[in-house]
């Protein structure tokens, strides 16, 4: 059983559209996460939630949008997608603690945009 | 802000030597201190943390770290390289203050010569 799964894993698309990520976990993790991981592989966090209530949202254009229907659920909408977009789209999940727990990664989404 | 430093972009080591990667911190207050592998096409893999206690730390496929506080170092080590160690090294720190933010270095990429 995949922990961390995200569709599609690869996504090729047209300036100006508009496309979505999907994320789900079966870890019971309570905390999800998207990274942005562009071609040098440098890696960025974009948003995080916590069952379901946005507790990080670093500075990214509010063309995307995350949204959280559970907490086994993370999923990433863009709106008019740019050639600065593309880029490999992480989802990862870990349990919220003060402890240090490590987050568990998804494959990635590779985003490319003409 | 915590941030983290990996000076080296690239560490070639012969089979069966020594593998060192070299990871920096900057935090306010304890650090939480990780260590992931991301192999081509994959995501991130979690292989060992520093949280509190031994400075020495043991982690997956024979990797080793260890924390130095006077050095603010979280140095990768395994005592004997195999090529399939070949990928790319991230370091990451989270502060103590509970906001649950993990700041990754740049990656290291890692070839091990047969």
């Known amino acids: 059983d995949t922990a961390v799964s995200q569709t599609p894993k690869y996504l090729v698309t047209q300036m100006g559209n508009d496309k979505s990520i999907k994320c789900e976990q079966n870890?019971?993790?309570?905390?999800m996460y998207w990274y942005k991981q562009d071609s040098k592989k440098f890696l960025k966090i974009m948003f995080s939630?916590?069952?379901?209530?946005?507790?990080i949202n670093e500075t990214v254009p509010n063309r995307f949008s995350p949204k959280s229907p559970d907490k086994a659920h993370l999923n990433l909408h863009i709106n008019s997608l740019e050639l600065g977009d593309s880029a490999v789209y992480f989802c990862?999940?870990?349990?919220?603690?003060?402890?240090?727990?490590?987050?568990?990664f998804g494959e990635g989404s590779r985003l490319t945009v003409l | 802000a915590q941030s983290v430093a990996q000076p080296e972009d690239q560490v070639n080591v012969a089979e069966g030597n020594p593998l060192t990667v070299k990871c920096t911190y900057s935090?306010?207050?304890?650090?939480?201190l990780f260590w992931y592998v991301q192999y081509p096409n994959r995501g991130l893999q979690f292989l060992l943390k520093?949280?509190?206690?031994?400075?020495l730390v043991k982690g997956s496929y024979g990797f080793e770290a260890e924390f130095n506080k006077s050095q603010t170092s979280f140095h990768l080590k395994k005592p004997s390289a195999l090529v399939s160690d070949s990928a790319l090294y991230f370091c990451?720190?989270?502060?103590?203050?509970?906001?649950?933010?993990?700041?990754f270095g740049k990656g290291n990429q890692v070839v091990v010569i047969p």
């Open positions: 990862a999940s870990s349990q919220w603690d003060l402890l240090g727990k490590e987050l568990f």
């Open positions: 870890l019971g993790h309570d905390t």
């Open positions: 939630y916590n069952n379901k209530e946005l507790i």
């Open positions: 935090v306010s207050g304890n650090p939480y």
């Open positions: 520093y949280i509190t206690g031994d400075n």
């Open positions: 990451a720190v989270r502060d103590s203050s509970g906001n649950n933010r993990l700041a």
